[in-house]
């Protein structure tokens, strides 16, 4: 079996994806979060070599500005935008900065022009936000996207109303936000909830030459809708942007994740440009969650250490005989790794394997029964977590199964690393055909 069996079956796209990555903008406002100048030129890098093709930035605190100093210096092979206010000052900021273009963000729905201007009009507001897209556009010589804030919720004749003049004005592209995540990606959605009714809306009704997407997951959807928006920009648009975060990290309940829309597009629908570049997405992935202090789930998809991970006696048989029986790619086309673990709803054959694992010796069929009892009685004492190494060595130690030595003797031995302790690091671990 190889992976063209199961993937690339997808018609081409007649559009071209492209990653706009958010993590050091919309990711840095995830609650808890601060990084490093340094940092975040690492991550930059990073994203640059998964194939992202324009990375947005922050440029207001000093912090900040230090970083967007350092990625602009580093002169990536991916663009690199200031996020900016729709205000003349913000562009100001951007272009001290040294950033070449710029995202100007600004509400289109009624609920947050209220909220926040109660005493103008939505005239008003639009008149406002085009005098800075000029300004930055024609004014500053800037590439410009206008993000239309919870476009989700907006009024269509004003948010078209809106394009259109922005789209006069000199921005190049709008970003459709899902400001509180509650699209839609079926196809028969009504606007202004349905991704692929805006896509085909914007195309038909406004002068805009490039769309974006940026969509929330406070239900879930959010990969989901941007890829439905990017099913829906083909024919229609020559590309599109995705924006999107590592691990989904953002505002609330965060992005659309990098690593899933990416993998989707290269694995279902054949865009060959991330071809070579996804064996670095959990290298990538880790390196953020390092620098921002937090944790990777261990059963995220793609990235996490759980999705190569088999333990129940099912999985670990079918995995032992084919992978591909419970696994959808190669853990190492991401960059994972695949970990058999023993707990208790081990079998057999995973149990026989490792004693050949440890010991360098076929066992009986006896000697795996005695060994599966043991491992079974110790979870019925109330065990919750997977056996650790030295917790299976003494196991086979007090059935006789293996003579007393040190574990590094064993290891050396055998010529393998023991993948039992969950917790162990990555390096440490066997990786199986």
């Given amino acids: 079996m190889e ?31 601060a990084i490093k100048p340094q ?16 990375i947005e930035l922050f440029h207001y605190q000093e912090p900040d500005r230090k ?15 200031g996020w900016c206010r729709a205000t003349k000052k913000d562009i100001d900021s951007a272009v001290d900065a040294g950033f070449e273009e710029v995202g100007i963000s600004h509400p289109v729905s009624f609920v947050h022009l209220q909220a926040k201007w109660p005493t103008k009009t939505p005239e008003e507001l639009l ?7 000029e300004y930055s556009a024609k004014t500053c010589g800037l590439r410009t996207f206008v993000h239309g804030e919870d476009g989700s919720r907006a009024d269509w004749a004003f948010e078209k109303k809106l394009v259109n003049a922005v789209a006069d004005a000199g921005a190049e592209c709008y970003r459709v936000c899902d400001t509180v995540g509650i699209g839609l990606p079926e196809v028969d959605a009504p606007l202004p909830l349905g991704f692929p009714a805006k896509v085909k809306a914007l195309k038909a009704e406004t002068r805009i030459k490039a769309l974006e997407i940026h969509a929330h997951d406070d239900l879930g959807n959010a990969v989901a809708n941007t890829l439905s928006a990017v099913r829906a920009a083909s024919g229609l648009y020559d590309k599109i942007y995705v924006n999107t975060t590592c691990l989904g990290i953002g505002e609330r309940a965060g992005n659309a994740e990098t ?69 959808p790619y190669p853990p190492e086309l991401v960059g994972n790794i695949r970990h058999l673990t023993l707990g208790k709803q081990s079998g057999k054959a995973i149990i026989k394997y490792k ?8 066992p ?35 059935l006789k199964v293996l003579t007393p030595q040190p ?19 990555p390096k440490k671990e066997t990786i199986l055909a």
């Fill in 3 to 33: 992976i063209n069996d199961f993937f690339f079956k997808m018609p081409p796209l007649k559009t071209d994806p492209i990653i706009d990555d958010t993590t050091l903008r919309d990711g840095a406002q995830m609650a808890g979060i």
């Fill in 39 to 54: 940092d975040a030129a690492t991550i930059a890098s990073l994203l640059c070599e998964i194939g992202t093709q324009r």
């Fill in 67 to 81: 970083a967007a100093k350092l990625i602009l210096d580093m002169k990536l092979d991916c663009r690199v935008a």
């Fill in 127 to 133: 008149s406002s936000l085009v005098d800075v897209v």
């Fill in 259 to 327: 690593e899933k829309v990416l993998l989707n597009l290269y694995l279902h629908y054949g865009v060959k440009k991330f071809e070579g570049k996804t064996q670095k997405l959990k290298q990538t992935v880790d390196f953020v969650c390092q620098a921002m202090g937090i944790t990777v789930p261990p059963n995220k998809a793609i990235v996490g250490k759980y999705g190569f991970t088999h333990e129940s006696g099912i999985h670990t048989h079918g995995v032992l005989s084919n992978a591909w029986t419970y696994e």
């Fill in 355 to 362: 004693i050949i694992e440890v010991t360098g010796s076929y």
């Fill in 364 to 398: 009986t069929d006896e000697t795996v029964a005695k060994v599966v009892k043991k491992v079974k009685a110790v979870y019925a004492q109330g065990k919750k977590e997977s056996l650790k190494e030295q917790e299976f060595i003494e196991i086979l130690r007090k």
């Fill in 407 to 425: 574990i590094a003797q064993i290891k050396q031995k055998n010529r393998t690393e023991l993948c039992i302790d969950a917790q162990a690091e």
